[in-house]
């Protein structure tokens, strides 16, 4: 049987979609209107860590996020670690995804060089 993805691929979509759920659940980020989305996660070969890539609206709030979602670590990571069949369950480390700001940046010069 050929896979087409890797064990590791499969744990990361995997944390990636209970780390989703586990935010939906939490409603409020301390008094805060933010609206945080989970965009990938890497997990370490060894799946000793794994760093969870997240966005948040609005713009520069981002920080934030990041403490909300690093108080919140220590209780997922128990929860999940009960629910899910690993071996070893990865270390998450909640980190802002700059691949959307980047993106926004990119498209901003390629207009400008499109005027000019």
Known sequence: MNKS???LDRVNALLLQEFSD???KEVFVEGEDLLITFTKVVTSPDL?????YFTVFPDGKE???????NK???KWQKILSGRLS?????????????GM??????????SQLEKS
């Open 5 to 7: 993805y890797s064990r």
């Open 22 to 24: 586990l935010l939906n």
């Open 48 to 52: 000793k860590q794994s760093r969870v």
């Open 63 to 69: 920080k934030k996020a990041e403490i909300f979602l």
């Open 72 to 74: 919140k670590r220590g």
């Open 86 to 98: 690993l071996k070893y369950f990865p270390c998450p480390k909640f980190l802002p995804d700059k």
């Open 101 to 110: 700001a980047n993106l926004v940046e990119v498209e901003k010069i390629l």
